[in-house]
């Protein structure tokens, strides 16, 4: 089969290489759609992202949903013509975090594209079995694809209990971002806000329904929140960007009692915060990794709601161009969202 395979940083080419023989408890998937990941550019740009290094060739990519062709003799709940989403970490399931329904902090996970592991810039891909999902008619692939970064804006909603009497706040409007506002749509929250300097992503942001977005550069986040609400300010804010500055936003801007979700992985590893504010405050600050058990209520929700996460799609290549891809994702952010690639086109 036909896959990209990145060599070393910012070398990347396609290769033949033979198509994965599913294992008793697996399913072979064929590929139809799979996006491109800001990890994934990490990985092509640095060759590491933290302790996960690129030591010996990989495939990326880990966002898709495909068509299962082959089963092992022990799969039962899919089967051969099935239309599926791949939740793409598989755990052990046997730890105490797996036994405690939180299996994204299992220490012995297998992820999609996180070195040794390959991912699934190709034409077909095995899973173990329990890891994919039915899609219902309804559902193309693409939004059967989006289910992975949609799920981290769900993980955040559940982290910090929203409710639909939350007013919410996202700092960064890249597709973590906008699919968390998909996210708390899907919650019943009715005040989104939204900070971001992009143009293109602030119209965007604009179109799926925030209520309204904050320049940061220019008008200070808390003050403009607070002339948006009456006074009343934010109860949760999501910070999907890294960026320090929007970190220390995401902190000041919240109303007193309230909850911030820390989702953006900063490119350092110490970002300074006032402490005292947040005790203060009596804020709750919550760190978000990857997420659990998210597929199956997403899906649901999905299926009985208007919403349209295929607008975070801006554009879409053939496994053939994926190196044109992976460049328009990491070049051309102020004009690309969701880049997407199709081994079938």
Same mark, same amino acid.
């Given at each position: 089969?036909?896959? #990209?395979?990145?060599?070393?940083?910012?070398?990347?080419?396609?290769?033949?290489?033979?198509?994965?023989?599913?294992?008793?408890?697996?399913?072979?998937?064929?590929?139809?759609?799979?996006?491109?990941?800001?990890?994934?550019?990490?990985?092509?740009?640095?060759?590491?992202?933290? +302790?996960?290094?690129?030591?010996?060739?990989?495939?990326?990519?880990?966002?898709?949903?495909?068509?299962?062709?082959? =089963?092992?003799?022990?799969?039962?709940?899919?089967?051969?013509? /099935?239309?599926?989403?791949? @939740?793409?970490?598989?755990?052990?399931?046997?730890?105490?975090?797996?036994?405690?329904?939180?299996?994204?902090?299992?220490?012995?996970?297998?992820?999609?594209?996180?070195?040794?592991?390959?991912?699934?810039? #190709?034409?077909?891909?095995?899973?173990?079995?329990?890891?994919?999902?039915?899609?219902?008619?309804?559902?193309?692939?693409?939004?059967?694809?989006?289910?992975?970064?949609?799920?981290?804006?769900?993980?955040?909603?559940? +982290?910090?209990?929203?409710?639909?009497?939350? +007013?919410?706040?996202?700092?960064?409007?890249?597709? =973590?971002?906008?699919?968390?506002?998909?996210?708390?749509?899907?919650?019943?929250?009715?005040? =989104?806000? #939204?900070?971001?300097?992009?143009?293109?992503?602030?119209?965007?942001?604009?179109?799926?329904?925030?209520?309204?977005?904050?320049?940061?550069?220019?008008?200070?986040?808390?003050?403009?929140?607070?002339?948006?609400?009456?006074?009343?300010?934010?109860?949760?804010?999501?910070?999907?960007?890294?960026?320090?500055?929007?970190?220390?936003?995401?902190?000041?801007?919240?109303?007193?009692?309230?909850?911030?979700?820390?989702?953006?992985?900063?490119?350092?590893?110490?970002?300074?915060? /006032?402490?005292?504010?947040?005790?203060?405050?009596?804020?709750?600050?919550?760190?978000?990794?990857?997420?659990?058990?998210?597929?199956?209520?997403?899906?649901?929700?999905?299926?009985?709601?208007?919403?349209?996460? @295929?607008?975070?799609?801006?554009?879409?290549?053939?496994?053939?161009?994926?190196?044109?891809?992976?460049?328009?994702?990491?070049?051309?952010?102020?004009?690309?969202?969701?880049?997407?690639?199709?081994?079938?086109?």
């Amino acid at each position: 089969m036909l896959a #990209a395979v990145l060599n070393k940083p910012l070398d990347m080419e396609m290769k033949q290489v033979p198509i994965p023989v599913p294992g008793k408890d697996e399913a072979l998937i064929k590929v139809y759609c799979i996006g491109v990941c800001g990890s994934d550019v990490h990985y092509y740009e640095h060759g590491k992202i933290g +302790r996960y290094v690129v030591e010996k060739p990989i495939i990326l990519g880990h966002e898709l949903a495909g068509e299962v062709v082959a =089963i092992g003799e022990a799969v039962k709940h899919v089967q051969v013509g /099935d239309r599926v989403a791949v @939740e793409p970490g598989v755990t052990c399931g046997r730890c105490e975090y797996c036994k405690a329904g939180r299996y994204n902090l299992c220490p012995d996970v297998v992820f999609m594209a996180t070195p040794p592991v390959d991912g699934a810039w #190709a034409e077909y891909v095995a899973v173990r079995a329990d890891f994919l999902f039915k899609l219902p008619d309804s559902m193309s692939y693409e939004q059967g694809a989006l289910l992975e970064p949609l799920s981290v804006g769900i993980h955040a909603m559940n +982290r910090a209990n929203v409710t639909p009497a939350d +007013r919410l706040l996202v700092t960064g409007l890249g597709p =973590i971002g906008l699919l968390a506002i998909q996210a708390a749509k899907l919650f019943g929250v009715k005040e =989104i806000y #939204a900070t971001d300097v992009v143009p293109f992503r602030q119209q965007l942001a604009l179109e799926m329904g925030v209520t309204a977005v904050i320049d940061p550069t220019q008008h200070p986040v808390k003050e403009r929140l607070l002339e948006l609400t009456d006074g009343q300010g934010v109860t949760v804010v999501v910070e999907s960007s890294g960026n320090g500055r929007a970190i220390g936003d995401a902190l000041r801007a919240v109303k007193r009692g309230g909850r911030v979700v820390l989702v953006g992985m900063p490119a350092v590893d110490e970002i300074p915060v /006032d402490v005292n504010a947040i005790i203060d405050a009596e804020l709750d600050v919550y760190g978000l990794f990857r997420y659990a058990n998210t597929y199956p209520a997403a899906i649901a929700a999905l299926s009985n709601s208007e919403l349209d996460i @295929e607008k975070v799609i801006t554009h879409k290549f053939s496994l053939n161009d994926t190196v044109q891809a992976v460049e328009m994702a990491r070049t051309q952010k102020d004009t690309s969202i969701k880049v997407m690639i199709y081994p079938g086109l």
